[in-house]
């Protein structure tokens, strides 16, 4: 009698966690919108595909961003090695800058940043030297911002990669991958 008591307790403790709704709040208390004007942060138009392929894909409730790069609004890029001619803190800049281009890609795409549900999975690519090893340290100006733009919403599974280069020799190239409500 004592072992099925303590396991109704443990299923009702499972439920309550599971379904609680201070916890959905708690991963929606948020404003993504307006976190954007706190952070003074005004979204480009989303950058156009270069080939023959779109921004992103969605399939179900999850959106699949295609890579972007550290684009300013007057279209020049931050380009380089990582570890040669750029360096960390220019890097995170270019991750953060590339962070904002990936928010406007999904605004386009969803008309409201308060759709996100959770940023799931990040991909960062770094354009390294190859004796650099910082990746991480770069790609965080990318989950840094969609950490504060989010909130718990935008803590995500990441990898953080050097290559030997990039598409026009741009610092960074970042995709991820967003679950959405309708």
Known sequence: MKTLTRLSCLASML????????????????????????????????PSPVANYVNGVQTGNLIFLAGKGPRRADGTEITGKLGREVTIEEGYEGARLTAINQLAVLKTMLGDLNRVVRVVKVLGMVNSDPDFIE??????????????????????????VGVASLPRGQAVEIEMIVEVRE
Do not use: C, W, Y
Request: no cysteine; hydrophobic share 50%.
């Open 15 to 46: 439920f309550t966690f599971m379904f609680s709704p201070t916890l959905s709040i708690a991963m929606q208390q948020v404003d993504a919108e307006a976190r954007l004007v706190e952070l003074g942060i005004t979204l480009p138009a989303a």
């Open 135 to 160: 990746q991480p340290a770069v790609i965080n100006g990318f989950s840094d911002l969609i950490v504060e733009v989010f909130g718990e919403r935008g803590k995500h599974a990441r990898a953080a």
